[in-house]
């Protein structure tokens, strides 16, 4: 007769803890992909998609987009559909590449709407700790100031579209002692802030 051995008994615990880990593993990762196959398989939706990392406060064209299918259990709720929703809008938030945009991806429609003759412009001024007291819808005066010393009011009364996050970066180039904010104007605003990209731009809240 074999004698009883308590570490043997440990061991076979062990053992079958362990197969028992592995069934259950296996189980969850064959569930996993159950679903992404199915998914895959199942309706389709074109989705626009970042072909490049997008920056926040750039105005989209054709070459940074494109639309690919994606499988419609997986398309986000607000997901653009069609080329011309993103073509020529600007973003208010870095879109990593691959990535759908969406609705919340760029400023409000609203804003860019025709009727009221607004185009967005993205202005880089020169303190930071500004955008603590601006947000969407906040009414703003520009000064631009020259480096001779002179200033020049470049835009009065102008709506706060969009407080880009994270990368200030932007198309204006970069500093570590400014900031980018996005402002909803009429085209003369418009043209002046972008002829004073050499001037230093002063907020005033309304």
Avoid at 39 to 68: M, Y
Avoid at 134 to 154: I, R
Avoid at 159 to 171: E, T
């Amino acid at each position: 007769m074999k004698s009883f051995s308590v570490a043997g008994v440990i061991r076979f615990a062990r053992w079958h803890r362990f197969g028992l880990g592995l069934v259950a593993l296996a189980v969850a990762l064959l569930a996993g992909v159950t679903v992404i196959t199915n998914a895959i398989r199942g309706p389709s939706t074109p989705v626009v998609v970042a072909k490049i990392d997008i920056a926040p406060g750039v105005q989209v064209s054709g070459a940074e987009v494109a639309l690919v299918k994606w499988p419609s259990e997986l398309v986000p709720p607000d997901a653009l559909t069609t080329l011309e929703a993103a073509v020529g809008n600007i973003t208010v938030s870095r879109v990593a590449a691959g990535v759908p945009l969406t609705a919340s991806s760029f400023t409000a429609a609203a804003i860019r709407d025709d009727a009221v003759a607004e185009v967005l412009v993205p202005v880089r001024i020169r303190d930071p700790e500004m955008l603590q007291l601006l947000h969407p819808g906040t009414l703003v005066t520009l000064v631009g100031v020259a480096p001779e010393g002179y200033a020049e009011t470049l835009a009065t009364r102008v709506r706060v579209a969009a407080l880009p996050n994270g990368d200030n970066s932007g198309i204006l180039g970069s500093s570590n002692t400014s900031a980018l904010l996005i402002v909803a104007c009429n085209r003369s605003a418009a043209t002046a802030i972008a002829a004073a990209a050499e001037m230093t731009i002063v907020v005033i809240v309304e």
